[in-house]
Structures are given as structure tokens and as C-alpha cells.
């Protein structure tokens, strides 16, 4: 063959995942993994995101590029998504999923906590869609897929986390709009309960009460979040955004007491 007619192998689709030693986010970069992406990894937490990118690179053969960052530290949120795009070619899915919970009364709330989760959640959203900006542009199907919560709808002592939450929807969709014309889509998705770390450290009475009002009658898994994850990435999903999905089990409907906890 003439070697000028040779064309390159087109690399796999990459996503770039936060928060990837948590729950949902390993959850996500295995689903993605089953499906032939490659792989940009991230967490505050060294080890155990060291621990997550080998496990995955050694089930699936995936090529998995692993670096430690803090959402609030820029310069560690920008080498990390460098690394990504030097090593694994590009960039073409962002999930913004790392994020914390600290949940107090308003009479009992510090305002350095306050200030810590809106700086992590949403700051930290902000500081990564930034820093991946310009790789997504290359992409041309470019992807920014969010976590929100459905507890941005409100939820009790929950003030400064659904504030972090609801940002994040306002300003997927403001980026909506702006992206739209790079072919970039961004969207939001708004898990219910989900069995992770952060959702166990809740009390336990509160957690009884909150797996009574799924009406699907099942806590959610973050396979369960990962599937939509992978709609939303989907180089063809491109008439979807600005939008935010519930993955809630129905939580999200009414008071979403379940009939069979309701007497006749
Ligand atoms: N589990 C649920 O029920 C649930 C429900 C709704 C929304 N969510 C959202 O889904 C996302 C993932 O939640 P999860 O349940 O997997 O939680 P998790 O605690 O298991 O994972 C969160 C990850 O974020 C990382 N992280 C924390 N602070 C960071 C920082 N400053 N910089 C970089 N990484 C940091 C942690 O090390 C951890 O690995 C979060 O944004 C959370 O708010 C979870």
C-alpha cells in the first residue's frame, strides 16, 4: 500500500474521570473500561486511586493514565488533565464526579465548612471544565457530564451541599449554551441513593427512612449511575443537553413514599 494512502488507527474515545477512587466514580471508569475507552483518572487520594487504575487496567487491557489532584488546587486539576491528553491522545469525555458531604443544621454550620464544600463541589467543577476545555474542542463530540444530586431539590441539613448541587446544574446549563456551537453537550446527573462510602456515613436511622422511599424498592448501585453516564458521553448523544437526569428510583417524584409503606 502507498504510504501516503495509510491512515492512523483512530485512538479510542477518552474520558477523563474525578473522583475515580470514590464509589460511583470506579463505578463509571469500569463501565467506560467495558466499553473501550480509555481512561484519565483522578482523586485526592493517591493510593487508592493507584489501586482503582490498576485494578481496571488489568481486567480490561484499557490504556489507564492515573494522576492525583485536588479540586482545589488548580495547578493539580490542570497537570492532571494534562497528563491525560499526553498520554492517552486527547480528550473527549469529562466527568466531573469527585465531591464531598457535610451535612449540619444552619444553627450548627461553620462557614469554613460552607465554604470548603461549595469550594470542592462547585469551585472544583468549575476549575476542571476549565482546564479540559480546550482538549474537548478538539474532540469535535466533546462531553462534560456532571454529578449533581437529587439533593439539590433540598433535602434536611443538607444547605451547603444542594447549594454546591444546584450550582452545578445552573451552570451546566448557562455552559450549554456556550458550548453548544463547539459541539460540546453538558449535563447533569442528579443520583438518588446510591450504596457508596459517602452515602454510608449517613446515620443509620436516616438511612432505614431513605430506602422506604424508594419507590422501585432498591437502593441505587453506581453501575446504575455509570449507564447513564455512558448515554450522555456517547458521541451520538448530541441533541441532549443543558439537561439534568435523575437516577433516583423515582425518589425524585412527589414525596416518593412507597406504596407498600402506605396502609390501605
Ligand atoms: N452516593 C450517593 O448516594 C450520591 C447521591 C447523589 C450524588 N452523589 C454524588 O456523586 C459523586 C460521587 O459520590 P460517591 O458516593 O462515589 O462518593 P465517595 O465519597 O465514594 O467518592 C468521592 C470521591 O471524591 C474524592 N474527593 C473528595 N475530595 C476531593 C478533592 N478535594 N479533590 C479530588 N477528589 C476529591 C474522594 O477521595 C472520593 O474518592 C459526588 O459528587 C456525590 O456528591 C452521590
Not at 449533581?148 to 445552573?170: E, H, P
Not at 453501575?223 to 447513564?228: N, S
Amino acid at each position: 500500500m502507498n504510504p501516503d494512502h495509510q491512515q492512523s488507527t483512530p485512538r479510542a474515545r477518552v474520558a477523563f474521570i474525578t473522583g475515580a477512587a470514590g464509589g460511583i466514580g470506579r463505578g463509571i471508569a469500569e463501565h467506560l473500561a467495558e466499553l473501550g475507552y480509555s481512561l484519565g483518572l483522578s482523586d485526592i487520594s493517591e493510593d487508592a486511586l493507584q489501586t482503582v487504575a490498576n485494578d481496571i487496567a488489568d481486567a480490561t487491557g484499557v490504556a489507564v493514565s492515573a494522576r492525583a489532584a485536588d479540586l482545589a488546587d488548580r495547578q493539580s486539576v490542570q497537570a492532571a488533565v494534562d497528563a491525560t491528553v499526553a498520554d492517552l491522545g486527547g480528550l473527549d469525555v469529562l466527568v466531573n464526579c469527585a465531591g464531598i458531604l457535610k451535612d449540619a443544621r444552619i444553627e450548627k454550620m461553620d462557614p469554613a465548612v460552607f465554604r470548603q464544600v461549595i469550594e470542592v463541589n462547585l469551585i472544583g467543577m468549575l476549575t476542571t471544565t476549565a482546564a479540559a476545555l480546550p482538549a474537548l474542542r478538539c474532540s469535535g463530540s466533546g462531553r462534560i457530564i456532571s454529578l449533581t444530586s437529587r439533593a439539590w431539590l433540598g433535602n434536611f441539613g443538607s444547605t451547603n451541599y444542594a447549594a454546591s448541587k444546584g450550582g452545578i446544574a445552573g451552570v451546566s446549563r448557562s455552559l450549554s449554551l456556550s458550548l453548544a456551537p463547539d459541539g460540546i453537550t453538558v449535563n447533569c446527573i442528579a443520583p438518588g441513593f446510591i450504596e457508596t462510602p459517602m452515602s454510608n456515613s449517613m446515620p443509620a436511622h436516616i438511612l432505614d427512612r431513605v430506602r422506604h422511599s424508594i419507590p422501585v424498592g432498591r437502593v441505587g448501585r453506581p453501575i446504575d449511575v455509570a449507564r447513564a453516564v455512558a448515554f450522555l458521553g456517547d458521541a451520538n448523544a448530541g441533541y441532549v443537553t443543558g439537561q439534568s437526569i435523575p437516577v433516583c428510583g423515582g425518589r425524585s417524584i412527589s414525596g416518593s413514599i412507597r406504596k407498600d409503606t402506605v396502609s390501605a
